[in-house]
């Protein structure tokens, strides 16, 4: 799958990150911040984890079907 989503690079789809998830915010300026310093990814607040950003995503040019919370690709 390699078509991109009509959405900016800020906005995550809804069912990886849903409106009601209590670190949302914090999550959204993480991805911000990595977004806007021109890195990969950022560290998960709320699990320590390495998360890719949607500009590190859309590079690769594909999808590789693992669910990323920021992947610019249509489902």
Same mark, same amino acid.
């Given at each position: 799958? /390699?078509? =991109?989503?009509?959405?900016?690079?800020?906005? @995550?789809?809804? /069912?990886?990150? @849903? =409106?009601?998830?209590?670190?949302?915010? =914090?999550? %959204?300026? #993480?991805?911000? /911040?990595?977004?806007?310093?021109?890195?990969?990814? &950022?560290?998960? @607040?709320?699990?320590?984890?390495?998360?890719?950003?949607? #500009? &590190? %995503?859309?590079?690769?040019?594909?999808?590789?079907?693992?669910?990323?919370?920021?992947? @610019? &690709?249509?489902?």
């Amino acid at each position: 799958m /390699s078509n =991109l989503d009509d959405r900016d690079l800020e906005t @995550p789809r809804e /069912s990886r990150l @849903p =409106l009601d998830h209590p670190l949302r915010q =914090l999550i %959204l300026e #993480a991805h911000s /911040s990595a977004l806007a310093r021109n890195e990969d990814g &950022y560290v998960d @607040p709320g699990t320590g984890w390495w998360v890719f950003s949607a #500009a &590190y %995503l859309t590079e690769r040019q594909v999808c590789c079907l693992s669910g990323c919370r920021h992947c @610019p &690709y249509a489902d």
